[in-house]
């Protein structure tokens, strides 16, 4: 809508300060699996500015809304293969995309065009989910046949969510549809590999099916179409229509397709065509074959035409799910292996730690790299303990690289540094390699005292690498106190990003700072509606708006990988840049939690070794030292206050930001105020008038507040327009 706006008046030159106030009413999805609400018809139609904009250009508008929800850029399958039976240039247009000599021909027609020309797209998609399977089952020793798809401890593993490097569930979407659900069989895992995607979880046919399969809710009347043929197709799903091969069963047997009819109905649905033109040959059919009534065949009919968004195969379902289930079993009863062929595979350091710190709650300890053992990547060897272990690779440390990591192995082993220098002599092992080997501690089996390696690693190699091979000589090295395990981690991590504790000691400096309980993305939050969170910045989306302005997705994790997944709008993206601009680092964020996929980050700092009160960062000093007033304690008095608007409270606290927006509807100003009390955060709403006079307008980050609210449902509403500066 915003595009098409704004591509047209520039063709009808009508100026940007024209557009600008109605492009920005309208809302557009950041992907496509978000609701799209605020359409520019809507935004023309029910709007103050767009109706006036529209009287003024009504050509402008005309064309727009044709234009809108169009093709507008052309893209390119990553996948997608076209197979024919003759020189495709005999058949097609041909274009020629890529850059420099990576340039590959490609079909000039979207797919549909192609599929009418009589050709065939085939989507050749690499797994590295494969490699893993191979690489630990030869690992483990398993063969084919030792699967148990309906094994009870597999299926634990489903229902416990531990989901990290197992195929089609490895997301934040999967860890909250399942986040209170029991896996009882197969099925279920085929099921949710199917509800797992972006129309269901839209349609809620998800959940529905997860309440259902656990006998909390069950299908009120007239809900479900009333037909036995339906009831005994989607029986197995909990009366949730899942997979494309149900909808062909319903044709046949209840609207009385043939078979090659039904397939047809299913192919439209495959192919997102649409059902329209099959309105009436199907609610005859259910009247007439299937007896229904004609308000319960159009029930049906529309069931199925809003299913066709998102159907989904059930044999992809079940392939898919045939996989999941063998990388689960492996990681229930060979987690060493399954963890060692996954952390060799992946290369994302990301998911590299996730794995690693889920690999801990297995216990499985994942050691760092050591030039003493270097059994190619991710060995596991028996530990002295008697259980397994598995060692790190030398070529995950930052200024190593794969060549001198090979000759590292290619050496080994070594009795001393003074040996590992000399068979090493001639090789590409610089000194910034040595100091990153050192600072990783893959040389603790040759010296033990990492503080005095780390802090002298250059002037130790130089003595190593000269003609006399001499070794300083430390005077009372006992008498200089080495790290800490937690030092050491934080120390190790910034060239071994896998070394395990860093997470931990960081957190607990930060917790020992903020006078405020702060969570981690591994800890529980039902029924939380706000929270102060300690994570690593996992993943960073940004996403640009045609005024220039820019959103972004945060993902924070925890080692026992939990995650949370956040949207920040610019305002706060602009104020909490340094905080998620990258990924690897710490961050603490102030998180509401409004609903599933609607989590926001108000505020976000980046913590690192100087992490504490900052000059000038007034919010950041209110995070540090909550307020002490009764009206701070947000999530107390909040619940005082009636729904019905009829009393109101005083509240307190430290003012996050203010935002003043103009209503998509009337295009009447209003502000919210995001106010962070004692134990919680809430959005204050301030209207029109007195409401939203100077005393609101000049609020800012960081000021101490009290103001008086009432509630009105869930929402809070700035009562008076007084507000008092504590």
């Known amino acids: 809508g915003r595009r098409a706006l704004r591509d047209v008046a520039k063709v009808f030159s009508v100026s940007d300060a024209e557009v600008s106030p109605v492009a920005g009413l309208i809302v557009e999805a950041i992907e496509e699996e978000e609701q799209q609400e605020g359409s520019l018809r809507e935004t023309l139609v029910a709007t103050e500015v767009g109706k006036a904009f529209q009287e003024r250009h009504p050509k402008t508008c005309r064309v727009a809304l044709r234009l809108e929800g169009q093709i507008r850029d052309v893209g390119q399958h990553a996948a997608g293969v076209v197979v024919s039976s003759r020189p495709l240039a005999e058949i097609v247009p041909l274009e020629s995309r890529g850059q420099g000599k990576t340039r590959v021909p490609v079909v000039a027609f979207d797919w549909h065009a192609s599929e009418a020309m009589g050709l065939v797209k085939l989507d050749v998609l690499g797994l590295k989910t494969l490699t893993v399977l191979r690489d630990a089952m030869e690992r483990a020793g398993v063969q084919d046949g030792d699967f148990d798809r309906n094994d009870a401890k597999m299926l634990g593993g489903f229902s416990?969510?531990?989901?990290?490097?197992?195929?089609?569930?490895?997301?934040?979407?999967?860890?909250?549809?399942?986040?209170?659900?029991?896996?009882?069989?197969?099925?279920?895992?085929?099921?949710?590999?199917?509800?797992?995607?972006?129309?269901?979880?839209?349609?809620?046919?998800?959940?529905?099916?997860?309440?259902?399969?656990?006998?909390?809710?069950?299908?009120?009347?007239?809900?479900?179409?009333?037909?036995?043929?339906?009831?005994?197709?989607?029986?197995?799903?909990?009366?949730?229509?899942?997979?494309?091969?149900?909808?062909?069963?319903?044709?046949?047997?209840?609207?009385?397709?043939?078979?090659?009819?039904?397939?047809?109905?299913?192919?439209k649905m495959a192919k997102k065509i649409g059902l329209s033109d099959e309105e009436p040959k199907f609610t005859l059919g259910a009247k007439g074959f299937g007896g229904m009534s004609a308000e319960n065949a159009q029930k049906l009919f529309d069931l199925l035409s809003g299913f066709a968004q998102y159907a989904f195969n059930r044999s992809h379902a079940v392939a898919y799910s045939e996989l999941a289930v063998k990388l689960m079993w492996l990681k229930i009863n060979h987690p060493a292996h399954f963890y060692a062929a996954a952390l060799a595979v992946e290369d994302d350091p990301e998911v590299q730690r996730r794995l690693?710190?889920?690999?801990?709650?297995?216990?499985?300890?994942?050691?760092?790299?050591?030039?003493?053992?270097?059994?190619?990547?991710?060995?596991?060897?028996?530990?002295?303990s008697g259980d397994v272990e598995i060692v790190g690779a030398i070529d995950n440390i930052?200024?190593?690289?794969?060549?001198?990591?090979?000759?590292?192995?290619?050496?080994?082993?070594?009795?001393?540094l003074r040996d590992f220098a000399t068979k090493l002599q001639g090789s590409r092992v610089t000194s910034r390699a040595f100091a990153s080997l050192s600072q990783a501690t893959a040389l603790r089996s040759l010296f033990l005292h990492a503080k005095l390696l780390c802090a002298n690693s250059q002037l130790i190699w130089r003595g190593l690498r000269s003609k006399r091979r001499w070794m300083p000589v430390i005077a009372s090295p006992n008498a200089i106190k080495d790290y800490s395990s937690g030092e050491l981690a934080v120390i190790a991590e910034k060239v071994y990003p896998l070394f395990v504790g860093a997470f931990e000691e960081v957190a607990a400096k930060v917790k020992a700072i903020v006078g405020r309980d702060i969570i981690t993305p591994d800890d529980p939050r039902d029924g939380l509606a706000s929270a102060v969170v300690f994570g690593r910045v996992s993943a960073v989306k940004m996403f640009a708006s045609?005024?220039?302005?820019?959103?972004?997705?945060?993902?924070?994790?925890?080692?026992?990988?939990?995650?949370?997944?956040?949207?920040?709008?610019?305002?706060?993206?602009?104020?909490?840049?340094?905080?998620?601009?990258?990924?690897?680092?710490?961050?603490?964020?102030?998180?509401?939690?409004?609903?599933?996929?609607?989590?926001?980050?108000?505020?976000?700092?980046?913590?690192?070794?100087?992490?504490?009160?900052?000059?000038?960062?007034?919010?950041?000093?209110?995070?540090?030292?909550?307020?002490?007033?009764?009206?701070?304690?947000?999530?107390?008095?909040?619940?005082?206050?009636?729904?019905?608007?009829?009393?109101?409270?005083?509240?307190?606290?430290?003012?996050?930001?203010?935002?003043?927006?103009?209503?998509?509807?009337?295009?009447?100003?209003?502000?919210?105020?995001?106010?962070?009390?004692?134990?919680?955060?809430?959005?204050?709403?301030?209207?029109?008038?007195?409401?939203?006079?100077?005393?609101?307008?000049?609020?800012?980050?960081?000021?101490?507040?009290?103001?008086?609210?009432?509630?009105?449902?869930?929402?809070?509403?700035?009562?008076?327009?007084?507000?008092?500066?504590?």
């Open 160 to 267: 416990t969510r531990k989901f990290t490097g197992i195929f089609q569930f490895d997301t934040p979407s999967a860890r909250e549809l399942c986040r209170d659900f029991m896996f009882r069989r197969f099925d279920d895992v085929a099921a949710i590999a199917a509800l797992n995607r972006p129309g269901p979880a839209l349609a809620g046919f998800g959940r529905a099916y997860i309440e259902r399969a656990m006998g909390r809710r069950k299908p009120m009347i007239g809900e479900d179409p009333d037909h036995p043929a339906y009831r005994e197709i989607t029986a197995p799903t909990e009366g949730v229509i899942i997979y494309q091969e149900q909808v062909v069963e319903i044709a046949k047997r209840v609207a009385g397709y043939v078979p090659a009819e039904a397939d047809e109905f299913r192919r």
């Open 356 to 384: 690693v710190g889920e690999a801990q709650w297995f216990a499985v300890p994942v050691l760092p790299p050591d030039v003493t053992a270097p059994q190619g990547r991710f060995a596991v060897r028996p530990s002295a």
């Open 398 to 416: 930052k200024w190593v690289g794969d060549v001198p990591a090979k000759q590292i192995a290619s050496a080994a082993p070594y009795s001393d």
């Open 546 to 726: 045609e005024d220039g302005s820019k959103s972004a997705r945060v993902s924070l994790s925890a080692p026992g990988g939990g995650e949370i997944v956040a949207r920040l709008d610019p305002a706060v993206l602009d104020a909490s840049r340094e905080a998620v601009e990258s990924t690897g680092g710490f961050a603490l964020a102030v998180v509401r939690f409004c609903g599933p996929g609607r989590i926001y980050i108000e505020r976000a700092w980046r913590v690192d070794g100087r992490f504490g009160p900052r000059l000038g960062d007034k919010l950041l000093a209110g995070l540090i030292d909550p307020p002490t007033t009764d009206a701070a304690n947000l999530d107390v008095v909040w619940a005082m206050v009636p729904p019905d608007g009829t009393k109101a409270r005083s509240i307190g606290g430290v003012v996050i930001r203010l935002d003043v927006k103009s209503s998509k509807k009337s295009g009447e100003p209003y502000g919210r105020i995001i106010l962070l009390g004692r134990n919680g955060v809430l959005p204050i709403f301030a209207f029109r008038g007195r409401h939203l006079g100077d005393d609101v307008k000049d609020l800012h980050s960081g000021q101490v507040v009290k103001m008086t609210v009432t509630k009105k449902g869930d929402i809070a509403i700035l009562s008076k327009g007084e507000i008092t500066l504590a």
